[in-house]
């Protein structure tokens, strides 16, 4: 719409160019921000910034009338807009969708297998799922004929149906070596894959694990939903006639290593200093040197020394029997972060040995009557979450600590002898050979 300008307002602004240019200033009218004149009046038209005319280009632009007098603003500079989507033709941007649906993909499946929210364990299991597995004895390759489902539980109760997949793995290992799966048949509670999946390992190796067949429901842009699953102990198959047959599906289980299995031995010694006679005369003035993030704090008491020699006959966590050993130490009840010690990594052994010195600096010899070592030993896994191998406990097994009923003083054996023998003899070191157990530590990272 065009609007007229009174011959007042073209005055006025005629008057403050006069101005400006007396003063030797530049002119501001047309300027954005400039609600108004000095006199009250308001401006002729919003200038943009970008607009940069000297005096004369102002004046003739607030004198310039068009036809019938009517007043022509000043184009206005269009702004400039990058187009940052590339060039691509069809079959291009279908490659490049492709792809970033591939990588949602992978990061759904990663947050299924690692994730302990319960959110992905919320539906309650049902159905059965079809499968059978054979052995090839030429080229050592356990086969895993996946064929249907069927009743599974449906996501979208409205409607009746899921996404399934099915997935497997080959327990204790639960790494990326490990899985295998199916693809999605989409909107159905009885899919049918009629796929075999296929690992590359010895029978020997074979009858030491568990096959965890699950099934899941594929969410394309949030978490995959847990359907059930069955856990096939493979050390009792006959992989030339089991044929494919029906398994019911059950909740999640935690497969927990029992206390009897055998997982490996672990050479452990250790050592009290207490404070020298100097320190001791001194120690309410003293200091002791505070860990990573911690203050110090005055000193005590004296330091206790772990040294984890080796470890011998270690479980084969991964495919191919390799392990990837790591050790962490506890001196319980200090079970923090801060209270964490552990050794370096041994990449594929089941034998590793180690050199670190481990220390728990500012310990009392007392104390040291209500705390335990808890030793645990853990297959690293650089993609998701540590798998617990086994661990021994070094204390008095009283099952009580500072006079309260604890799950965790529950040494026995040669557990108990060491602890003793090192309390007795400070400043000498002390050693054992241990076998694991599998009720030792946590499941976590």
Sequence with gaps: MISEVSPGLNHKAQTVSEESE??????????????????????????????????????????????????????????????????????????????????????????????????????????????????????NTFEVKVLSCRDLVPVDAKRNRSNPYVKLYLLPDRSKQSKRKTSVRKSTINPVYSATLKYKIRQSELETRTLCVAVWHFDRFGHNLFLGEHLLSLDTVQFDDYSAKWHSLAQRQRKSTSALTYTGDVLVAVMYEPL??????????????????????????????????????????????????????????????????????????????????????????????????????????????????????????SGKSYGKAVDWMDSSGKEVSVWREMLKHPNHWVETTMTLRGNVGKAKK
Excluded at 63 to 83: C, F, I, L, M, T
């Design 22 to 139: 007396e003063e030797g200033s530049t002119s501001t009218v047309g300027r954005q921000g400039d609600e108004q004149y000095s006199d009250g009046y308001p401006r002729p038209y919003p200038y943009p910034d970008e607009y940069q005319g000297d005096k004369q280009n102002v004046e003739a632009d607030v004198h310039s009338n068009g036809e019938n007098g009517s007043y022509v603003p000043p184009a206005r500079k269009q702004k400039q807009v990058v187009d940052t989507t590339p060039n691509l033709r069809g079959d291009e941007w279908e490659q490049m969708l492709n792809g970033r649906l591939k990588d949602a993909a992978s990061r759904a499946s990663l947050a299924s297998l690692y994730s302990n929210a319960d959110e992905s364990y919320r539906l309650q299991v049902t159905g059965d799922v079809n499968f059978g597995t054979s052995y090839n004895y030429k080229t």
């Design 276 to 397: 020298s006679e100097d320190e001791e005369k001194d120690k309410s003035g003293r200091y002791h040197k505070g860990k990573k993030n911690r203050a110090p704090g005055r000193l005590l008491g004296g330091t206790l020394h772990v040294h984890i020699k080796e470890a011998k006959n270690l479980v084969g966590m991964k495919l191919g029997g390799s392990s990837s050993p790591v050790c962490k130490c506890y001196l319980l009840p200090d079970k923090t972060k801060h209270g964490k010690q552990k050794t370096t990594v041994k990449r594929n052994t089941c034998n590793p040995k180690w050199t670190d010195i481990i220390k728990f600096e500012n310990v009392t010899r007392d104390s040291l009557l209500e705390r335990c070592l808890e030793v645990t030993v853990w297959d690293f896994d650089s993609v998701g979450s540590n798998s617990l191998m086994g661990g021994v406990r070094l204390g008095l097994g």
